[in-house]
């Protein structure tokens, strides 16, 4: 708080006289730049408009320097915060058009970001992520900055889900189903993981042969699933298999387990991905890399797998 004007003892926090000498402390005020309200010495926030009018301690000997922030805020302008994350959540979906959809309709769905009636419940859910973040960022623990980004990217996830779902529609080359957002901030241990998977790939809209009861699948094609691409462990429960071959074999598909989805492309090795190593899941030019691995379904199929593998991977 500074030093008695007497005495120049050292003055304890909120004193209103000194300990040493009995002085009245005479109280020094900050103006605010924005509202010219006057505050107690050393207030980091106008207690009559809110603006920051000083520095906010940061414990930075105990943040990890070497992390590379990803979605960087200025906590000493509060403000601002809501805007600056709506610019994100904008840079959020300019890289889910270049991932799931046709960059070509990137200005459709700009347009229809800011003309639409989502945009009254993209203000009132971006403001509430900026007081999520100023309350992470309050608790100054050592991994602040990876906790804001993680916070955000959920976030941005789930609600670009709900932008591109429901508002467009018409935008999609792809129709997904509003059944899908249901599973958006349900527990991993609460979810139907078959219905959801069912509800995801939307297999009615395909013409592909897919097997969910596997006393029906004929034995032979079943053999072959287990031969060439589904080696699940013991325990690990089969949901659906799907066959991809010309002429019914399943020598080539794909399969999804409670666990993993596991795959064989034509002319390509096995692969197998478990769902909590899910990393990067992106749309090519007729195809989709998993990892890095190429993936190939229907393009349909494919644009509804991404969406699918970003909902597994939130979800672990």
Request: proline share 3%; with cysteine; aromatic share 12%.
């Amino acid at each position: 708080m500074g030093n008695c004007q007497f005495c120049q003892s050292p003055l304890t926090n909120n004193a209103r006289f000194c300990s040493h000498c009995g002085a009245k402390v005479k109280q020094v005020k900050t103006a605010c730049g924005h509202c010219q309200h006057e505050n107690i010495l050393g207030a980091q926030f106008c207690a009559g408009c809110g603006t920051s009018i000083g520095e906010i301690p940061v414990a930075s000997s105990y943040i990890d320097s070497s992390y590379e922030t990803k979605y960087p805020l200025d906590f000493r302008d509060v403000k601002s915060l809501g805007g600056t994350i709506r610019q994100y959540f904008v840079m959020a979906l300019d890289t889910r058009i270049k991932e799931a959809h046709d960059p070509k309709n990137k200005e459709a769905y700009l347009n229809h970001l800011m003309r639409s009636d989502f945009q009254e419940v993209f203000k009132l859910r971006t403001d509430q992520l900026a007081e999520e973040a100023y309350s992470i960022h309050s608790k100054q623990g050592p991994s602040i900055n990876q906790d804001v980004d993680q916070m955000l990217s959920t976030s941005f996830e789930g609600l670009l889900d709900f932008f591109l779902i429901k508002y467009c529609q018409e935008i999609n080359e792809t129709p997904i189903s509003d059944a899908t957002l249901k599973y958006e901030g349900i527990p991993s241990d609460q979810v139907n993981l078959y219905q959801m998977l069912l509800d995801y790939l939307a297999f009615e809209q395909e013409e592909l042969t897919v097997y969910t009861d596997f006393l029906k699948m004929p034995l032979p094609k079943l053999q072959n699933a287990g031969r060439y691409y589904l080696f699940p462990s013991k325990q690990e429960k089969i949901i659906l298999i799907c066959d991809q071959t010309v002429f019914g074999s399943c020598k080539e598909g794909f399969a999804m387990t409670e666990a993993a989805l596991y795959w064989k492309a034509h002319f390509k090795k096995a692969e197998k991905i478990a769902y909590k190593d899910l990393k990067t899941i992106e749309k090519a030019s007729d195809h989709i890399l998993i990892n890095g691995h190429f993936f190939n379904a229907t393009p349909s199929l494919n644009v509804k797998m991404i969406y699918l593998l970003n909902r597994l991977k939130r979800m672990r």
